[in-house]
């Protein structure tokens, strides 16, 4: 049997790189977010996904993008440090998907 070549196929599946913003007060997460939001290096077809802080659980933002955008994430992830440490966030370390076993896969829309 033969695959149907005008048959859809799958999404590649997403990959994610977490910061997660412990000790971040909610007015410095906006700032970050603002920050964010409106550089260019994380264009589509980059995702940031954002988990605001809540009272006893850090803030968190997800850099999503799919295998084929690797090198566009990474730009990004060096742009998302220099905000970050420009709001006194201090990045200790960064994993990347597919680096020493982490597979970063993520699901959903």
């Not at 264009?43 to 659980?57: K, N, S, T, Y």
């Not at 966030?89 to 970063?104: A, C």
């Amino acid at each position: 049997m033969t695959e149907d070549p005008a048959a859809p196929t799958a999404p590649a599946p997403r990959q994610g790189v977490v910061f997660s913003l412990e000790g971040m007060d909610e007015l410095a997460f906006v700032q970050v977010l603002h920050d964010v939001t409106s550089a260019a290096a994380f264009r589509r077809p980059l995702q940031i996904q954002v988990q605001e802080p809540r009272a006893g659980r850090p803030g968190a933002l997800t850099l999503v993008f799919g295998p084929q955008d690797r090198a566009l994430a990474a730009a990004a992830v060096q742009r998302l440090k220099t905000i970050l440490l420009r709001h006194g966030v201090q990045i200790d370390s960064i994993r990347f998907p597919g680096e020493d076993g982490f597979s970063g896969g993520l699901s959903g829309p």
